[in-house]
């Protein structure tokens, strides 16, 4: 049989995504398989999670292995792109962990792996709301604050491949301490996880908002999307927190501006569902901080929400194969 489809398994902290992709860029009968992913079980337990969804996709598919031309793999960082290794993930169990190699060996065919914000930035500029721009920016405003820099079309690693770690830019020298060793990074301020932390902690200070009756003063009832719904009633507290939010990222996109003064930024990730709450006054904070205006056409929010590392991964192999003829 002819080869002629990519596997996408996209393994993410919560929940592992995997589809196959025709060679110009269709997924096979728009199928795309959700399961949640096996963390903090060890080394094997995620990895033979990630090999169960590939053949689960296969057999919807109707596609055999024999078909494939490679695999894509989006994997949380840091990771080595060029020998398939995940340095260090505690949450996967990962240390040094051979995981291009695996899935090369369970599948017989090459298999490529590479951070998911870097593939975020690579989706947006092949295919997606930065399409045809030549330096771009990605950022995803979650659990935690992922980046991806591409320049001149291709993702821009870094020496080590550590490049694009927008959440460890520190907003404040001496805030809080992070697991990265630093002080006042990004995404313990901006992140959707820091939102519910700060959220928690005003209710238990006896704040007043419709976000906590909304909750039902539970901790574990309080998120983004009631924080949403109380802003559209009117709740001060929820309105004021989001233009506290557009701060808080306006500090670190302002910082990213002048570093690398990109075409467009875009910004991706639940949070930026609420972006309407937020986005005047991150533009306000961005250009108190950029040394020359920046134009609002040049922060744009991804349409293509979760699936962005899946389409990342697909340009990751279509690159390789068209630099192999
Ligand atoms: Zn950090």
Redesign the pocket.
């Known amino acids: 049989m002819e080869k002629e489809y990519y596997l996408i398994l996209d393994i993410g902290g919560t929940k592992t995504t995997g589809a196959v992709f025709t060679r110009d860029g269709h997924p096979v009968n728009d199928f795309f398989l959700k399961v949640p992913s096996v963390t903090y079980e060890g080394e094997n337990a995620v990895f033979e999670n990630t090999v169960a969804v590939g053949r689960k996709v296969l057999q919807e598919t109707g596609i055999d292995a024999s078909q494939l031309i490679a695999i894509g793999a989006p994997a949380p960082g840091p990771l080595d792109h060029d020998t398939g290794l995940i340095i260090d993930v505690p949450m996967m169990g990962w240390k040094n962990f051979p995981l291009g190699e695996l899935l090369s060996k369970e599948f017989g065919v090459p298999a490529f792996i590479e951070n998911d914000g870097n593939l975020g930035a690579l989706a947006e500029q092949r295919a997606g709301v930065a399409k045809g721009e030549n330096s771009v920016l990605y950022m995803t405003v979650s659990t935690g604050c992922g980046g991806g820099i591409v320049f001149n079309g291709e993702i821009y690693r870094g020496h080590n491949g550590d490049a694009g770690e927008f ?2 830019m520190s907003i404040d020298y001496d805030g809080v301490a ?3 060793g ?1 002080k006042g ?1 990004l ?2 301020y901006a992140s959707g996880t820091a939102m519910n932390r700060r959220m928690r902690a005003d209710m238990k200070n006896g704040v007043k908002s419709l976000v906590f009756e909304k909750a039902g003063f539970k901790e574990e009832n309080i998120n983004g999307a009631i924080l949403m719904e109380a802003a559209e009633e009117g709740d001060a507290y929820a309105i004021d927190f989001f233009k506290q939010e557009g701060r808080y990222l306006g500090a670190g996109l302002g910082n990213l501006f002048n570093l690398f003064d990109p075409d467009v930024f875009v910004l991706g990730g639940g949070v930026t569902k609420s972006a309407k709450w937020f986005i005047d006054d991150m533009m306000d904070e961005i250009n108190r901080r950029a040394c020359r205006e920046v134009e609002r056409d040049r922060i744009r929010f991804s349409k293509m929400n979760d699936l962005v590392t899946i389409y990342g991964a697909y340009f990751m192999i279509h690159d390789y194969m068209n630099n192999q003829m």
């Open positions: 959440g460890h992070c697991g990265c630093g990074c995404e313990l």
